[in-house]
């Protein structure tokens, strides 16, 4: 398959992570034969906007026009992928696999912002992320076929934002940052829960498994029973 024939995945890391946490995924996805753009952004400093502004022009450089694109993004890279999409209507798209994506925000992001210790410490896109914020209320879901896979794994030791967890969110079902509930839109194709904590699934190989199946059939593997409420 020629370069010009082949189909093109643009991945998305999550909120202070980069590039390299989306690595495992980006050589599977090579191994299939995709072009892929594992994009960097800079989360930490710059608002959502110029966020996607910045994106938008490097997948503009990057993307072959007359391919579709596929996205996948974990965390923040899934609202970011939602941006994107409403933003450019003249690109060809494919399908879209978010990963623990806080779709309708998070209250783990309102209990950050509302004590010192973590609001002086958090990067500002952070208040993009709270349920009731304008960003969460405004952003259009996305308008092709889109697979979410929720962790349900609450507590890591090494990751503080989940000590927290429970707390910030009354015990809700969670990956110990995104509640369950909250990962879902309601144009979404296909949702499955998978054993993982939100910060290291997207280095899982059944996780990996999945997502390649959808970018490739439109629906996850039957090795994970959907779910639809």
């Known amino acids: 398959m020629s ?80 941006g994107l999409l409403a933003a450019h209507p003249e690109w060809k798209k494919g399908r879209c696999v978010m990963l623990g994506s806080p779709n309708k925000g998070t209250q783990t992001a309102s209990f950050m912002l509302s004590h010192w210790w973590f609001k002086h410490f958090v990067p500002p896109v952070t208040a993009d992320l709270t349920p009731d914020s304008q960003l969460i209320d405004t952003l259009p879901e996305p308008d092709i076929e889109t697979g979410i896979i929720a962790g349900n794994v609450k507590f890591s030791l090494i990751v503080p934002v989940s000590w927290y967890y429970k707390k910030a969110t009354d015990n809700a079902p969670g990956d110990g940052v995104v509640e369950l509930s909250n990962t879902q839109c309601s144009t979404m194709t296909d949702f499955i829960v998978m054993p993982l904590h939100h910060s290291f699934m997207m280095w899982d190989s059944e996780l990996i498994h999945e997502v390649l199946h959808f970018l490739a059939h439109g629906r996850f593997s039957k090795a994970y029973q959907p779910i639809t409420s």
Request: proline share 5%; net charge positive.
């Open 3 to 82: 370069s010009s024939e082949r189909p093109q995945a643009v991945i998305l890391h999550g909120l202070g992570r980069g590039p390299r946490s989306m690595q495992k995924i980006a050589l599977a996805l090579e191994e299939q034969g995709y072009r892929v753009l594992n994009a960097n952004y800079h989360g930490l400093t710059e608002n959502y906007q110029s966020i996607i502004q910045s994106l938008a022009k490097t997948i503009n450089q990057w993307l072959q026009p007359d391919n579709p694109i596929h996205f996948v993004g974990h965390s923040f890279g899934g609202i970011l992928i939602r």
